[in-house]
């Protein structure tokens, strides 16, 4: 198993429909984020998870829902969303919430029509 | 205005020539700099951490360099593989001593050709 993985690799869906992000890290760390990447933009914080607690939440629409039910896991619940949350979307993963490098999964390249 | 500004945006070069990509940074106090790779389709991979001005760390043909207002990501004689999207971020100290979040810049795609 990579260190952080993410499901799915790929998703499009309809701006009426509910779907989930997964991920999950086998590195035993203690923090998991969510990243949005847009083209021509730098990626962006969504969300920030430290031991299961978030503690941070970027300003964003409450069309996104995360959940971390355990340190190794983390969700990102959509549902009506925008074509201009198209984008992909990044699970990040690192020791502690210092100065830390991030471990980062491949993304999930989603489609909003 | 942009706190992470990494330029040029694109840079395609010869295998064999050397160049070096550039990360400038406007943040009252610096805790670190990072530099990441990304491949198409694939997360970004940590590179290095720097954390102070003067310091340097090295991997491969890979350089990079810290001042105080910004970073070089130094590349000798490239080859093919070396070929990706190079992003900066700042980890910068908040009002109160505590660390922020990281701060990317857009990347620099690089295109070593044979």
């Known amino acids: 198993e990579t260190g952080v993985t993410q499901t799915p690799r790929h998703l499009v869906m309809g701006m009426t429909n509910k779907k989930s992000l997964k991920c999950e890290q086998h590195l035993g760390h203690n923090a998991m984020y969510w990243y949005k990447q847009s083209a021509k933009k730098p990626l962006e914080l969504m969300f920030v998870?430290?031991?299961?607690?978030?503690?941070e939440n970027n300003s964003v629409p409450s069309r996104f829902s995360p959940e971390c039910p355990n340190s190794s896991h983390l969700f990102l619940h959509l549902h009506t969303l925008q074509p201009e949350d198209s984008a992909l979307y990044l699970c990040a993963s690192s020791q502690g919430q210092g100065v830390e490098k991030l471990f980062f999964g491949s993304g999930t390249q989603l489609s909003v029509l | 205005e942009d706190q992470v500004t990494q330029s040029p945006e694109a840079l395609r070069l010869q295998e064999g020539e050397s160049s070096s990509l550039n990360c400038s940074y406007t943040v009252s106090g610096l805790r670190g700099l990072f530099w990441y790779r990304q491949d198409p389709g694939k997360g970004p991979e940590f590179l290095f951490t720097l954390y102070s001005a003067g310091e340097e760390k090295e991997k491969e043909r890979l350089k990079a360099t810290l001042t105080k207002k910004e970073s070089f990501l130094h590349i000798t004689a490239p080859k093919p593989e070396d070929s990706a999207t190079y992003l900066c971020?700042?980890?910068?100290?908040?009002?109160?001593?505590?660390?922020?979040?990281?701060?990317f810049g857009k990347g620099t795609k690089l295109s070593v050709k044979p």
């Open positions: 998870y430290s031991l299961e607690e978030r503690v």
């Open positions: 971020a700042v980890q910068e100290i908040n009002k109160g001593g505590s660390q922020g979040n990281l701060i």
